[in-house]
């Protein structure tokens, strides 16, 4: 009976813990199109930086412009957790 109740206790714990970790995530990534839009700015960003460097300046302003944009998207993750 001892063993019995233990099993239940250690049981209860960990779906008691499941549930607060999930719970977490879930609050915590309540802007799913912010965070695929910074997950497409990071990939932008890696392929402008492993891009042929001979594009008449272009290939460099884009690469700004994708970095402006992360710290756009950055604050807005940041401002929109709290609302």
Do not use: E
Request: charged residues 10%.
């Amino acid at each position: 009976m001892q063993l019995k109740v233990k099993s239940i206790g250690l049981t209860g714990a960990a779906l008691m813990l499941g549930a607060a970790i999930g719970g977490c995530a879930v609050a915590a990534y309540p802007q799913p199109h912010m965070f695929a839009a910074r997950r497409a700015l990071l990939a932008a960003r890696h392929q402008l930086a492993i891009a042929a460097h001979n594009k008449g300046g272009h290939r460099l302003a884009a690469l700004n412009a994708v970095n402006a944009a992360l710290v756009q998207v950055n604050q807005g993750i940041r401002v929109g957790a709290y609302r």
